[in-house]
């Protein structure tokens, strides 16, 4: 902004001419549009974050998620809703910081709007003063002209009525002309005036020119300040709830490492046994052998049977 200064390159030969002011004011207009802008879409990325995480916490807490596993993994299922709702929190609380943020954007653009309010209240009028003088200069000067006008007009009667026998036709004449000269002076003073009036409002408004572009300047320089640190705090925020999205998974994959599956499955067997080692099972064969021995031997014993039945007889 050093080189750049607004009071040195915002001017214009028109004496009339506001085109330089008219620029500096469009521009602080635009910076002003983009405020609002970055403050509108913070509101709705606010939005967009709060539904977010209002949406992941209903989800967390109302919808289940393995609600019949045991031990090691019913640990790690519970954490990993926890770490969700937390999650869902941290959405929920970025969502309120991005808010108050957009709540400072639109603080920002008030004061500066009051405070542009009141130097565009003494330019415009003194844009005012500078067009009604320039005006009532000119006009002044079209009195003064056409009064010159009016006593060449008296002198070249005078002079064509030289040769005239009538005095009075004469006297006429002559009054005329010192009258036109009287008018012509008195034009000629009023002319002046307007143009030392106006010179002194011209140098009214280079006065007031120059410091509203002092004022425009510190202003535009504020807004950048602002409007940077606002964008980097924006982009600190968004990183940091990038970090503590990852940080809450990792939580979850610590409490869930493959070294536990093991001891899962042991608990699993305590919870359900149901028998012993399916090594120490008769192989298929084996029970066809032995359930043949046993009816044979069941037949063995009833014919024993039988035949001491028959001899006791």
């Not at 002044?140 to 036709?169: F, G, H, I, M, T």
Request: contains cysteine.
């Amino acid at each position: 902004m050093t080189r750049s200064l607004f009071k040195g390159n915002f001017w214009s030969a028109d004496i009339l001419s506001t085109v330089g002011y008219d620029s500096i004011i469009q521009h602080l207009n635009n910076g002003r549009k983009n405020c609002k802008e970055f403050e509108e879409f913070l509101k709705e990325r606010a939005a967009v974050e709060e539904r977010y995480g209002k949406d992941l916490l209903s989800l967390s807490r109302k919808k289940p998620c393995g609600q019949s596993e045991t031990n090691t993994l019913k640990r790690a299922l519970e954490v990993f809703k926890q770490q969700v709702d937390s999650v869902a929190q941290c959405h929920i609380q970025l969502a309120q910081s991005l808010r108050e943020e957009a709540r400072k954007m639109e603080e920002f653009r008030e004061k500066q709007k009051l405070q542009r309010k009141k130097t565009e209240l003494v330019m415009d009028a003194i844009h005012k003063q500078k067009s009604l003088q320039f005006k009532k200069t000119m006009d002044a000067k079209k009195n003064y002209e056409q009064k010159c006008r009016d006593k060449d007009e008296a002198e070249q009667a005078v002079s064509r009525s030289a040769n005239l026998v009538n005095p009075k036709q004469q006297e006429k004449l002559f009054v005329k002309l010192a009258t036109s000269k009287t008018a012509v002076e008195d034009s000629d003073k009023a002319y002046m005036l307007h143009v030392s009036t106006l010179d002194k409002v011209r140098e009214e408004w280079q006065s007031e020119h120059i410091k509203a572009c002092e004022a425009f300047e510190a202003q535009e320089c504020e807004r950048i300040n602002f409007f940077r640190n606002a964008l980097w705090l924006h982009v600190n925020q968004l990183s940091q709830q990038c970090v503590t999205s990852d940080e809450h998974p990792s939580c979850m994959r610590i409490s869930t490492p493959p070294r536990r599956m093991q001891s899962h499955q042991e608990r699993l067997q305590g919870l359900t046994w149901q028998g012993e080692d399916p090594s120490q099972f008769l192989k298929p064969h084996q029970m066809i052998l032995i359930t043949l021995w046993l009816m044979t031997t069941v037949c063995s014993i009833s014919n024993i049977n039988e035949t001491r039945a028959f001899s006791g007889k």
